[in-house]
């Protein structure tokens, strides 16, 4: 079965660029999308169609995807920022989710 | 716009059925896809399958055998059935809106509203 890995987790300081990972095989030829999950509250969708953003989440979410990995780039991030995100791509007719990648704003 | 409410029981006995509703408001539940999507505590996200208004569904390959996903059109809602349940089977089950299409050479999927997820636990 086909499968995603991300990191467990990633650090940044305030006002930094952080840079989410996802791995799979030829993900590139996939299209791949980014759920954000605050503590206690559902997914929302930050990215999808490899780089485009839903209406309502700000500029600084950015998402690309070549090779085996696509990446969402969160630019002068904020607190706010602190969650888990989930990369998804889409397998044999099923979806297909990362482990998750827990972000540290400190 | 539109939203997802999940509603049924929080607690199920082991070996028992799994059954939940989810109801969409704001909108019609026909041209789109519907799925059910589970989160075990402290874990991530797997995806349990889809269905189509017209009734066409798609199973994740390793529950395929216990689950029933189902479509009432007249009342906007779709449903989850989950036999044979262990403690494995805890967790927080979500429903979401799947958008699909094709642009290129490529087809996309993406969960784009969520409902707020309903909490059920195995525990006899």
């Known amino acids: 079965s086909y499968e995603l890995t991300q990191p467990p987790s990633v650090s940044v300081s305030p006002g930094q660029t952080a840079s989410i990972t996802c791995s799979g095989d030829?993900?590139?030829?996939?299209?791949a999308c980014w759920y954000q999950q605050k503590p206690g509250q559902s997914p929302v969708l930050v990215i999808y169609?490899?780089?485009k953003r839903p209406s309502g989440i700000p500029e600084r979410f950015s998402g690309s995807n070549s090779g085996n990995t696509a990446t969402l780039t969160i630019s002068g991030t904020q607190a706010l920022d602190e969650a888990d995100y989930y990369c998804?791509?889409?397998?044999?007719?099923?979806?297909?989710f990362g482990g998750g990648t827990k972000l540290t704003v400190l | 716009q539109v939203q997802l409410q999940g509603s049924g029981p929080g607690l199920v006995k082991p070996s028992e059925t799994l059954s939940l509703t989810c109801t969409v408001s704001?909108?019609?539940?026909?041209?789109?896809?519907w799925s059910w999507i589970r989160q075990p505590p402290g874990k991530g996200l797997e995806c349990i399958g889809y269905?189509?208004?017209?009734?066409?569904?798609n199973y994740n390959p390793s529950l395929k055998s216990r689950v029933t996903i189902s479509v009432d059109t007249s009342k906007n809602q779709f449903s989850l059935r989950l036999n044979s349940v262990t403690a494995a089977d805890t967790a927080v089950y979500y429903c979401?809106?799947?958008?699909?299409?094709?642009?290129?050479?490529?087809?996309?999927?993406?969960?784009?509203?969520w409902g707020k997820g309903t909490t059920v636990t195995v525990s006899s």
């Open positions: 979401a809106r799947l958008v699909s299409g094709r642009t290129g050479a490529y087809n996309y999927y993406h969960m784009d509203v």
């Open positions: 704001g909108g019609s539940i026909s041209t789109y896809y």
């Open positions: 269905i189509y208004y017209s009734g066409s569904t």
């Open positions: 030829r993900l590139g030829n996939k299209y």
């Open positions: 169609q490899d780089t």
């Open positions: 998804q791509a889409w397998d044999s007719n099923t979806a297909v």
